[in-house]
């Protein structure tokens, strides 16, 4: 039986997350805040979940001053 090269796990990640971000069907400012906090060594459930809040009120709030004539 020949010998199998298992993957670590942060090379799964790794791999996975690239592969995510090449996906134009997902939304990429999810996939960024995902990747930059497991580039961090950050990515728990509290600071994914702090993070995306951070990101939907950001692009809330840039949807609310387009809407008013902002940039």
């Known amino acids: 039986m020949p010998i199998q090269k298992i ?3 942060g090379l799964v990640l790794d791999t996975f997350m690239g592969e995510q971000a090449q996906d134009a069907s997902l939304d990429q ?12 060594d ?12 951070e990101a939907r009120k950001a692009a809330i709030n840039d949807g609310d001053m387009q809407g008013k004539g902002g940039s």
Do not use: P, W
Request: hydrophobic fraction near 45%.
């Open 7 to 9: 993957q670590s796990a």
């Open 29 to 40: 400012v999810t996939i960024a805040v995902i990747a930059s906090l497991r580039g961090d």
């Open 42 to 53: 950050k990515l728990t459930r509290t600071n994914l979940l702090r993070k995306l809040d």
